[in-house]
């Protein structure tokens, strides 16, 4: 026999208690455990004192480290950068010597644009496509383009139009190649996610720095979350100088482990500063310290 018809109050009332139901949190199953999540540790060949050299793979080892943050060499006046990668036998150089030693080349960094005008410098397209086709003959899947002191859009709002205009030409190169640029701003994160906005490129994305917030009284947790997941490419995860990362009473490295982790955020945590100011140049103590602090937040035993 047919049951009768569902009243109207009966379905809402029923359509109500579904909804709530999804709303309610899901036990665990063995198919349904969370992904965990995966980071890796770099050095920057730059810091280590190591830039463009084949040493910089070795001494990377010995310092601990997954990989390596490798650096596209001086710009100078040139028309585009230095860069000894561009010789087929040294780059074969590098990637042999990274599978030797079991390590990756997590990007490769245009660090010429700190001090040099991306805004204004009229071969910024060969340099920026120099820099592309050296991480698709690498195996690289993220390029650092940092904005320096020249594209400082908090100092030099006016540079914004030629910015935004510059790096949507760039999100089409790299869309081409399949490859990510990341770049770093002087901004917030909110002023950067309205940046990303105006790009308009799911392949131009932020390379975030810790010492950026902290250094000018900025939430760093607020503003990861405020960028979100997909926003970030990788992250340079260190501070100004002074103190190793686990001295340092402003950086809680832990609750940047939960922020990420909350965020669904995985990748590399590239080291780039945080050095004792004591004894800046000693490299392997330094980075050494910092990476092995890292690793115990992010890759426990």
């Known amino acids: 026999m047919p049951s009768a018809p569902l009243s109207r109050r009966d379905f809402l009332a029923t359509s109500l208690l579904a909804a709530g139901a999804l709303l309610l949190p899901r036990p665990l199953t063995a198919f349904g455990k969370p992904r965990k999540l995966t980071y890796k540790i770099a050095v920057v060949d730059l810091m280590i004192l190591k830039r463009q050299k084949l040493g910089a793979l070795q001494l990377t080892k010995d310092i601990g480290a997954d990989g390596v943050e490798v650096d596209m060499g001086g710009l100078g006046n040139r028309d585009t950068f230095d860069s000894q990668l561009s010789k087929p036998e040294i780059r074969q150089q590098f990637l042999d010597k990274a599978k030797e030693l079991n390590l990756e080349i997590c990007s490769l960094a245009m660090t010429g644009f700190y001090a040099q005008s991306f805004a204004t410098r009229p071969t910024y397209e060969r340099m920026v496509q120099d820099c592309i086709d050296t991480m698709k003959l690498m195996g690289v899947k993220v390029g650092f383009l940092p904005l320096g002191n020249q594209g400082d859009l908090v ?3 006016e540079l914004r139009p030629a910015i935004v ?3 949507k030409v760039v999100g089409k190169m790299a869309q081409k190649a399949g490859v ?3 770049i770093e701003t002087a901004l917030d994160a909110a002023g950067e996610v309205q940046l990303l906005r105006d790009i308009g490129s799911k392949h131009v994305r932020i390379y975030f720095n810790f010492s950026n917030p902290l250094k000018n009284g900025r939430d760093l947790h607020q503003e990861l979350r405020t960028l979100g997941r997909k926003r970030i490419c990788q992250i340079h995860c ?7 990362l686990q001295n340092n009473p402003r950086l809680d490295m832990n609750k940047v482990k939960q922020t990420l982790a909350d965020m669904g955020w995985q990748g590399w945590l590239v080291i780039e500063r945080s050095r004792d100011a004591n004894d800046p140049r000693n490299v392997k103590k330094n980075f050494g310290a910092n990476t092995a602090y890292l690793k115990s937040i992010f890759q426990p035993i």
């Open 155 to 157: 100092k030099n709002p």
């Open 165 to 167: 205009e510059r790096l």
């Open 180 to 182: 990510v640029i990341g």
């Open 238 to 244: 260190t501070d100004d100088d002074g103190v190793w």
